[in-house]
């Protein structure tokens, strides 16, 4: 890889004019605010060839006019306008009027570059180090640069200009002229202690398993003169999005410190030093990383705890709008013209070595042509140690790295964009995991990346970065829990409390969770009160709740106790039926913040309006002769509401027939749902063996089947919606039972997530439609005539005299009802 020379269009310039002009320039790190040892390396001569032209496009670097008042620092922010140039590095003066004084400079996003100053705030010089040239985003800061009006300056504007400004691209052609140059100035005016800026967080789209920066800049179009000495905040993301970095960006100069774990920031000025920030100049950047189960949607990002203060430490808060983002995360597959990179999840034990692929993902064979690249991949270096790393053949390049710094880049071989087949491999890295590393889960991330064409054309928002992790040794959550919204019976016109409680083992020890309540529109939610494992419940007005423990340690609950209470308002004019209340968006973590959701049950609950509920029955017997007695109470189970079921019926049969099970429609509360087509699998235990399906008579259509794999389609008569009445049969199921087949009960079931029904215009109704099993129970002689097509909530109890109940659980279950409504058994001894 060749290194960048700013701005030269000959070997004789590159050896004379830059070498003269930065013999002795000092260059300070990007961001800092004290000079360091030079980071630029100009000493390679390129060889521009004959047949290689300069970079096509143009650019304006405009310096903003902003306001500020004597004794008050300014920032501004120089922004990339009308940008189609590619560029590589530049060098060049910035000149403010006497008597404004320089005092730093903070590089910016535009350009994959750092950037460094003379000392004096009156050279600058900014290159990516590789060679890499980038066309900036519209509106992408260039550099923010600081200034002090001294406090005896007189009201007046003063210029910021421009000056020998030269600009290269990635082969060292001089593109300077491509750049229009524009000035700025200060305008010195008294504060009348009047006018309001805003914070704002960026509003950002990403994908299952990305990471994705979140901008917090300054909106102040208005140029007042807001001089900020310090301030602090909070920055939260709605779980289950996960902090997990940020950068400061330069606005007020100081560097932000932080509480990661409460990701809370403060920064002050020294000496009582107020900075006015200027149109979209950065606060900070924060990184998120989205986690791979996370649900398509959108999540706020917000402040809180907000205190803003000037000079004199006085209260400056009510002249801040704090303007809330958001990450709306789209489908997890990438879209056309996008490709994903990913990071490998592995395991390891202590004192092992393992290796970390990155490799590409293109399933929809989007061919994304990529031209070089840039990024970091970090993890936790006290405990997981980089060792090497190994280029794969995905973008065919002399890839190098920054090892001490994690960083990597390419630039293809030929120069030109190669499109990288799906499941390639970008880079191998291999780390190795010491003797003592705790048992853990390890991220494994891409931060700070930047992928280009052939151009220099940013194409970093074609490309979803993936994390992966690394866990070592063993890392399971025991204990388990269940939180429980019950089913209640609601009255018109009243309100109607849902008390959530515990279940389950309870041994789960939980430090904190978040998650949303659900309701139907027709029941509208009130309020919501308790203290969960003994903390404060906190929501908001879209019922997102959260709690924590205030020492961070994990709590256990027991069977039974409450966690709290949900109130809503029951109309007087609602229709009967049921009304369901459920659980959203889940995340509980344990004390060290892992994520331990998946070890909570979370059960749905409902309002049942006129309708009745499955309850749970308990019959006790007691005779005299020690009989075993048992009940089973059967009550029919609705159809969701404004939907119908379809129900495989039950039979029993006995070794060496052939049966056969209806599946009906079961609509009970004449929703009369209209159905255009559908789909499905159908599933069976082992034991008998599916043999063909008919139909559909409901649906007046042939069934289209594959009998292999036991899949099913239709489309209506007509393409029409048909809505089929309670009891028509939408298909015939025929099994053949094994002469030696074993006794007992093989259910018949919908393969999960199979069954697809649409209305006539193709809109998805499968939410709708509730597919439920159905059973062969292979008997030595058929005893019992069984009613099909109904679901049913089954409770068996049974009791010995003289004893306490054997069994007074509930359970409920899919179940055929038989024609006689109790069966008892009884063994004298």
């Known amino acids: ?68 008042a004597p004794g008050q620092t300014v920032t501004l922010p120089v922004v990339a306008k009308n940008s189609s140039l590619a560029v590589a590095g530049a060098q060049f003066n910035v000149d403010a009027a006497s008597p404004i004084k320089y005092k730093s400079v903070t590089g910016g996003d535009a350009y994959t570059s750092s950037i460094g100053d003379n000392g004096k705030g009156t050279k600058f010089l ?69 006018g309001k800026i805003d914070w704002v967080l960026d509003k950002v789209t990403g994908y299952p398993g990305e990471t994705v920066t979140v901008k917090a800049y300054v909106n102040n179009k208005d140029n007042v003169a807001v001089a900020v000495a310090g301030a602090q905040y909070k920055i939260d993301a709605e779980s289950p ?41 950065t606060i900070m950047t924060l990184t998120y990383t989205i986690p791979e189960d996370c649900k398509p949607g959108e999540y706020p990002v917000t402040w809180s705890k907000k205190f803003v203060s000037d000079t004199d430490g006085f209260d400056l808060t009510s002249r801040v709008n704090f303007v809330d983002g958001m990450i709306t995360v789209k489908n997890g597959e990438p879209e056309d013209g996008q490709v994903a990179w990913i990071l490998d999840n592995v395991k390891a034990n202590p004192g092992e070595q393992v290796k970390v692929k990155a490799v590409v993902s293109d399933t929809k064979s989007s061919a994304l042509a990529v031209a070089g690249a840039q990024f970091k991949v970090k993890t936790d270096s006290d405990n997981i140690k ?46 190795d995991i010491p003797a003592n590393c705790p048992a853990g889960v390890y991220p494994v991330s891409w931060a700070d990346g930047f992928v280009s064409d052939t151009d220099g054309y940013d194409l970093t928002k074609n490309v979803i970065f993936k994390d992966g992790s690394i866990t070592v040794g063993d890392v399971n959550t025991d204990g388990s829990v269940k939180w429980v919204i019950p089913n209640v019976v609601g009255e018109k016109g009243k309100e109607v409390t849902l008390q959530v409680k515990v279940d389950g083992k309870g041994d789960l020890p939980v430090a904190g969770a978040q998650f949303e309540i659900t309701n139907e529109a027709a029941t509208p939610f009130k309020s919501a009160d308790g203290k969960p494992y003994g903390e404060t419940l906190r929501s908001n007005d879209k019922q997102k709740f959260e709690f924590f423990t205030g020492s961070g340690n994990g709590k256990t609950a027991k069977a039974g106790d409450n966690l709290f209470a949900l109130t809503f308002t029951v109309p007087e004019d609602i229709a009967d039926g049921v009304y369901p209340v459920k659980w959203a968006k889940q995340f509980v973590s344990d004390k060290d913040g892992f994520d331990i959701t998946k070890n909570v049950e979370f059960k749905d609950g409902a309002i049942y309006i006129n309708t009745p509920i499955p309850v749970e029955t308990t019959t006790t017997t007691t005779t005299t002769t020690n009989p075993t007695v048992t009940t089973t109470t059967t009550t029919v189970v609705p159809a969701p509401k404004g939907g119908i079921a379809w129900q495989i019926g039950s039979t029993q049969a006995e070794r060496g027939q052939t049966v056969t099970l209806d ?12 159905i255009g087509g559908a789909q499905f699998v159908i599933e069976n235990d082992n034991g008998v063996n599916y043999s063909t399906i008919k139909g559909s008579d409901a649906y007046k259509s042939e069934l289209s089947t594959n009998d292999a794999i036991k899949k099913s389609l239709f489309k209506s008569e007509n393409g029409k919606g048909i809505a089929a009445s309670n009891g028509n049969v939408v298909a015939t199921l025929t099994f053949k039972v094994p002469t030696d087949c074993a006794l007992g009960k093989y259910y018949v079931n919908f393969a999960d997530g199979t069954l697809k029904v649409f209305d006539e215009d193709g809109f998805d109704l499968s ?31 049974t009791t010995k005299a003289g004893t306490e109940p054997v069994s007074t659980k509930s359970t409920e279950s899919t179940a055929p009802i038989s024609t006689e409504s109790t069966k008892s058994t009884s063994s004298v001894s």
């Open 1 to 68: 890889m060749k290194k960048l020379l700013s701005a030269v269009t000959s070997a004789v310039m590159a050896g004379s004019a830059i070498t003269s002009a930065f013999a002795s320039l000092p260059v300070s790190a990007a961001g800092s605010l004290s000079v360091s040892q030079p980071n630029f390396s100009m000493g390679e001569v390129l060889d521009v060839s004959a047949n290689k032209t300069a970079s096509d496009g143009s650019v304006e670097w405009l310096i903003p006019t902003v306001t500020a």
């Open 126 to 194: 900014f290159d990516d180090n590789k060679g890499i040239e980038k066309v900036a985003a519209e509106g992408a800061t260039v550099f923010t640069i600081a200034y002090t009006i001294p406090a005896d300056c007189k009201e007046g504007t003063y210029d910021v200009k421009w000056a020998n400004a030269s600009v290269s691209d990635t082969d060292g052609y001089d593109i300077t002229s491509k750049v229009k140059f524009t000035d700025g100035a200060i305008k010195v005016v008294k504060d009348n202690g009047e």
């Open 241 to 281: 999005i996960k902090y997990k970095s940020f950068k400061s960006g330069g606005a007020y100069v100081t560097d932000i410190g932080n509480n990661e774990s409460k990701t809370s920031f403060l920064f002050h000025q020294t000496a009582g030093l107020g900075v006015v920030a200027a149109n979209n100049a």
């Open 386 to 431: 980089y060792n090497s790393f190994t280029a794969g053949t995905a973008y065919p390049s002399d890839m190098s790295a920054n090892e001490t710094k994690s960083s990597f880049m390419f630039r293809t071989n030929s120069g030109k964009a190669v499109s990288a087949a799906n499941g390639s491999t970008i880079l191998t890295i291999t780390y």
């Open 663 to 674: 599946i009906t429609v079961v609509d009970t509360e004449n929703s009369k749902l209209a």
């Open 767 to 797: 939410k709708l439609v509730e597919g439920r099993k159905g059973y062969i129970e292979v008997v030595d002689h058929i005893t019992t005539t069984l009613a099909p097509n109904q679901s049913t909530s089954t409770t068996t109890s």
